[in-house]
């Protein structure tokens, strides 16, 4: 049976409208209205904190936040806090695993993985993965440098959330939290990595605009 991914690119989308359209989207694809898709975007600054949150890996106090103009959202998806932000590819999976036959989230967990290492290749960067932890992390990265983070959530085994891959942003921008939780991990990016590895310089939207695309060709190879 054919089953195909639908790719869109919604722009810049505050948190809050966000998480209306994939709920919205959920809703249409376990009725039946729509098949599998992808919506890639951007968010303005956000921390999300997800169902196995802990308070001491948010570092500033909210009203602080709140100041410097960080939206804080406490959310259905698995995992602990993280940042989201301009520069950073979201990618929102709408994707119904059993209709794929693939009734186990850990395993579509692997898939993304897998797929953004491919993405990642692409660009010039070498992904991989490290024991025990979710999301994809510069090969051979020691102390271990996170370029991406997962967290899904599942209604009726349609997947929602999804994942954040730090394209441009400037990896400072995590100071708030403990990204994900993680002591010892250092958070990278597409940019930083490429620059590491002698990459011809390259504007920040002229990168972005690429790897949005390597991101999109690679998810649609996945779930075709």
Request: aromatic share 6%; charged share 20%; net charge neutral.
């Amino acid at each position: 049976m054919a089953h195909g991914l639908t790719v869109d690119w919604l722009g810049r989308v505050p948190y809050g409208a966000a998480l209306a359209r994939q709920e919205a989207a959920v809703a249409e694809r376990r009725s039946g209205g729509s098949g599998d898709r992808l919506l890639l975007l951007e968010h303005p600054p956000v921390i999300t904190l997800g169902r196995s949150a802990r308070a001491e890996n948010l570092l500033t106090p909210r009203d602080e936040l709140a100041r410097k103009g960080v939206a804080l959202h406490e959310v259905a998806r698995g995992g602990d806090v993280t940042y989201h932000g301009p520069g950073q590819l979201m990618g929102y999976t709408i994707v119904d695993l059993q209709a794929r036959g693939m009734p186990d989230v850990h395993a579509f967990l692997r898939l993304i993985e897998t797929t953004l290492i491919e993405a990642l290749a692409e660009l010039g960067v070498a992904g991989g993965t490290e024991p025990g932890k979710t999301g994809v992390f510069v090969a051979g990265s020691q102390p271990p440098r996170k370029v991406a983070s997962i967290g899904l959530g599942l209604r009726g085994w349609v997947t929602w959330h999804g994942f954040a891959l730090n394209a441009t942003l400037d990896p400072a921008d995590f100071g708030d939290i403990v990204p994900c939780g993680l002591h010892g991990v250092e958070m990278t990016s597409v940019a930083r990595e490429r620059e590491r590895g002698g990459a011809p310089a390259e504007p920040a939207a002229a990168l972005f605009d690429r790897v949005r695309a390597c991101v999109g060709r690679a998810f649609a190879r996945a779930l075709a």
